[in-house]
């Protein structure tokens, strides 16, 4: 194709529709008809990222290989589409007004005054056209957060209608997101949201090309009909996106629906192929009819918000299709974690993960929740401060070094058998500079990790600012914990694991940002397949 082609994505009536889900789902339709497709989100709030944020606020953060910390949207493009995004693939305000106002001081716009139109909005068309100008795709969807309306989003709606403008005809089109609600009392699906929704956008300048109703209930051939009239939009055009039992029927549910068409159409693209999903429908075939069945405890001190861990419940669907088996997570909060109530909280799990985070609140537990899972041989999977909060119950249980911790936790300790990196010593801001994205490990041949990777050098995500302390290498490894993962320029620990047990693995990474449906990460796929080999020798052993 000789020029990139644009889809926007709009939001209407209300947050949470699932863009993000529908702009995935376009996009694995378009790419498996043979079109290189990629998806970014431009982010109306002020914050540069999403680094700095409480998964409270706005759920988990995402991690790219160039160290770009990230919506979690991107999270599903990756799962969906299995492309790796970037730093490009991700744009919010304040990184938006951060470049204006560097452009302003070094004094790039010869005196004008700087205003959001041309200046902001010039800067916003630049960043969504960034990744198109590259060469290495035919389309370019663009998520567009918040609803429309918004303050936050003005400028963003401003620019995509002068994009669109200048693009031209069949270059660039705009699919509205909106709410048809069921009103139980009236007994009916109401469109008028979705209506005052559109001419919110038409207000803009901005015409829906393609509406995507999103509904509890079926929306009837007559409701089509009106929305169409009342929107100014072909029928063919009006997508109803209902409620579905997993985000992974979506791209059947909108093909079956004709968005890929009328998006094609409308873009005067070719549509002369059926997507080839045969990868896809047998993945689903095999997530809703599994065989077997285990439950995984999932450690953490955010669980009350399920989006806080959202990629490693992805990466437990992806595991536990390949095994042909469904894994229950159950969130645990750490915080609840007593040594009085550790059994009765743990009992009946067949594998514990315990999760990242940052800063001391519910440390103790995810601690004793180790121990738990070493002294009882349950597998046992530690990701990133999981993976410290194993070393340190080492070292306190079985080294018999008391009061030993990370540097994070207590600063003061006698045994600081997670510390900071030297070069992290002097930093104090906050924001992107912990270790971030893809880092190189060499595993240890004849090692459990090296057994479940298949391979001896392999690269993963990181985002983290402490590490394991190499001083106390030598007597973790006499004692049985053995760190068999190492960056091989830094020498740092990325792995450790306890041959004894029966599965110990901890990571100083973060695997599940490299889960997708196309290529399930092989640590989960390993860690699933460990749990239920572990679950069905003792149901054998407790029948004999």
């Given amino acids: 194709m000789s020029q990139t082609k644009y889809i926007f994505v709009t939001g209407g009536v209300t947050s949470s529709l699932g863009k993000g889900i529908i702009a995935a789902s376009l996009a694995k339709l378009l790419q498996a008809r043979g079109y290189r497709t990629t998806i970014q989100k431009l982010d109306p709030y002020i914050n540069v990222d999403p680094g700095t944020l409480n998964p409270y606020e706005h759920g988990e953060c995402y991690v790219t290989d160039d160290g770009a910390e990230t919506d979690l949207d991107l999270g599903h493009y990756e799962r969906f589409l299995n492309v790796r995004t970037s730093q490009a693939n991700n744009v919010t305000t304040g990184r938006i007004y951060q470049s204006v106002i560097e452009k ?18 010039n800067e916003i068309k630049e960043r969504i056209q960034n990744l198109g100008k590259s060469g290495e795709y035919d389309i370019v969807i663009t998520e567009i957060g918040g609803t429309v309306g918004d303050i936050e989003s ?6 995509v209608r002068q994009l669109l403008w200048e693009l031209g005809e069949h270059n660039g089109i705009v699919v ?7 009103l139980s009392a009236a007994g009916e699906l109401k469109t008028k949201p979705t209506q005052h929704s559109v001419k919110t956008l038409m207000e803009s300048g901005i015409k829906a090309d393609i509406l995507v109703c999103r509904t509890e209930h079926e929306i009837s051939e007559d409701i089509k009909e009106k929305l169409a009239l009342f929107c100014n939009v072909k029928k063919e055009a009006v997508i109803q996106s209902i409620d579905a039992s997993t985000i992974y029927d979506v791209p059947i549910l909108m093909q079956e629906e004709g968005l890929d068409t009328v998006a094609l159409e409308k873009l005067a693209l070719p549509n002369d192929t059926e997507p080839n999903l045969d990868q896809w429908k047998e993945f689903l075939q095999r997530h809703k009819n599994p065989k077997n069945k285990v439950t995984i405890g999932l ?6 918000l399920p989006d806080s861990y959202k990629s490693i419940q992805e990466a437990f669907i992806h595991a536990g299709a390949t095994n042909e088996v469904e894994v229950e997570v159950r969130s645990i909060h750490s915080e609840h974690l007593e040594a009085k109530n550790i059994d009765k ?25 180790v ?24 070292a306190r249980n079985v080294l018999n070094l008391n009061g030993a911790n990370s540097t994070e936790m207590d600063k003061s300790t006698a045994h600081p058998v997670i510390s900071l990196m030297e070069e992290q010593k002097s930093i104090t801001d906050m924001g992107g500079t912990m270790r971030l994205g893809a880092w190189d490990c060499h595993l240890s041949d004849y090692s459990l990790v090296h057994e479940v990777y298949g391979t001896t050098d392999i690269s993963e995500r990181h985002r983290h600012r402490f590490e394991f302390n190499n001083d106390y290498k030598q007597q973790m490894e006499e004692a049985g914990l053995v760190p068999t993962g190492f960056n091989p320029k830094t020498g740092l620990v990325e ?29 989960f796929v390993g860690f699933v397949k460990a749990v239920l080999a572990q679950k069905q020798q003792q149901k054998s052993a407790s029948l004999t």
């Avoid at 790039?108 to 902001?120: A, M, N, S, W």
């Avoid at 509205?176 to 069921?182: A, E, R």
């Avoid at 009946?348 to 609140?361: H, K, S, Y």
């Fill in 345 to 369: 909280k743990l009992m009946g799990l067949d594998g514990l993960l315990v999760a990242p985070g940052f800063g001391e609140r519910g440390i103790e537990g995810k601690v004793k929740a």
């Fill in 176 to 182: 509205h997101l909106t709410l048809v609600p069921f």
């Fill in 371 to 394: 121990q738990y899972a070493r002294e009882n041989d349950v597998p046992f999977l530690g990701i990133c401060l999981g993976m410290q909060m194993a070393v340190i119950e080492f």
């Fill in 104 to 121: 302003e001081r070094r004094g790039e716009f010869l005196g004008k005054t700087v205003q959001v139109v041309p200046h902001i909005t």
């Fill in 299 to 304: 450690i953490g001190k955010y669980v009350e």
């Fill in 154 to 159: 003005l400028p963003y709606i401003e620019a």
């Fill in 495 to 523: 792995v450790i694991e306890i041959p004894s047990h029966p599965w110990f693995i901890g990571v100083q990474y973060h695997p599940e940002y490299r889960s997708t449906v196309a290529s399930p990460h092989p640590l």
